[in-house]
């Protein structure tokens, strides 16, 4: 394949099929150049002063890391004075950021997790940044701080863009705007986003699950059900033997899914029966929802499509199953019985 740059891909892409106006384009590649900012800032690990907590905890009531701080403040600071934006929002942030009256506000709404699986970064496994970009409905007029946490309640299929960077062994940038989903790899020497792959499809048959099992006996029964099915292998009902994988960062497990195939599953458990799930809908389920449906694969709740879930709160959680479709399909079935 020959290699084209980031901003090629999105300059061809606006002139064959006219989905990425000179707004969002601009919106996309400052989100890129954000995440290799932040991909410098975690590769020091230990070399700067990045890792261990920042002793502040976040909106989910979670001990915010230093490099959750920096990365957040670099996705805000690289995105207020574009025209691209009206608000954002955020994992590490209570509230909507609406952009400052000095700056010209623009009709794009960014959503995003800016350092996914911080578990992860002390301990130095593939951890990564998540966003959803929507745009902004209904009419505002007069002041720009009209923009509320209710302009960002929309459902997942509205999304005009999605993606995710992994800072792992490569740093790599995942991109959808509908058109199904191009994988970037970043050229350290020129500080370039070359493209490496384009089209991903998902299997829609896979031998390997995305669990944490250690929640085994939380489990709802059609859950329960589908796992203890692919632990019995070639004998038991599956008739074939599965392989698991469980990085403990969405963007891992994901982009392995988007790889190679797998299904991918945080469902609700009873460990506390309120929360319908562990994963947050707006700013990890919705965009990886997008990017696994643009690749032929499916994302559910266990009853509904994580795209046609309308949000109530803008830190909702959800329950999550998704990955290959035949998979998916399985265990949703199994939640209808
Ligand atoms: P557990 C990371 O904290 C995260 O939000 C996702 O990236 C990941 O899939 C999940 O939580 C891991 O959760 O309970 O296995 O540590």
Request: hydrophobic fraction near 40%; include cysteine.
């Amino acid at each position: 394949m020959k290699r084209i740059s980031l901003t090629q891909y999105l300059v061809e892409q606006q002139r064959e099929h006219g989905r990425i106006p000179a707004e969002l384009r601009l919106l996309i590649e400052i989100v890129a150049r954000a995440c290799k900012t932040i991909a410098i800032a975690v590769n020091k690990g230990a070399l700067g002063d990045v890792l261990g907590s920042a002793e502040t905890e976040n909106v989910q009531g979670e001990v915010q890391k230093k490099l959750d701080i920096i990365s957040n403040e670099v996705l805000i600071e690289a995105n207020e004075w574009g025209g691209h934006l009206a608000a954002m929002a955020s994992e590490e942030m209570d509230t909507i950021h609406v952009v400052p009256h000095r700056y010209p506000q623009g009709e794009y709404l960014l959503l995003f997790d800016p350092l996914d699986g911080s578990s992860n970064i002390d301990v130095n496994v593939s951890i990564g940044t998540i966003f959803s970009v929507l745009r902004k409905v209904g009419h505002h007029h007069g002041r720009v701080d009209e923009i509320t946490e209710e302009d960002f309640l929309q459902p997942g299929r509205a999304q005009a863009a999605a993606g995710y960077c992994v800072y792992g062994p490569q740093t790599t940038l995942v991109l959808t705007v509908g058109e199904g989903v191009a994988v970037f790899t970043l050229n350290r020497e020129t500080g370039s986003w070359m493209l490496t792959a384009d089209q991903v499809q998902i299997p829609a048959d896979t031998q390997e699950f995305a669990v944490n099992m250690s929640n085994l006996r939380h489990w709802a029964p059609p859950v329960r059900r589908y796992i203890d099915e692919c632990l019995a292998g070639k004998d038991g009902p599956r008739g074939k033997d599965f392989n698991m994988r469980w990085v403990a960062s969405m963007v891992a497990d994901v982009h392995r899914i988007l790889t190679r195939g797998g299904v991918f599953l945080y469902p609700w458990d009873q460990r506390e029966p309120h929360k319908p799930g562990k994963l947050r809908l707006m700013y990890e389920a919705n965009p990886m929802a997008f990017l696994v449906e643009q690749a032929g694969g499916s994302a559910t709740n266990g009853s509904q499509r994580i795209l046609d879930i309308v949000p109530g709160t803008l830190h909702e959680r959800v329950s999550v199953m998704l990955g290959s479709k035949n998979e998916v399909q399985r265990v949703t079935g199994y939640h209808a019985d």
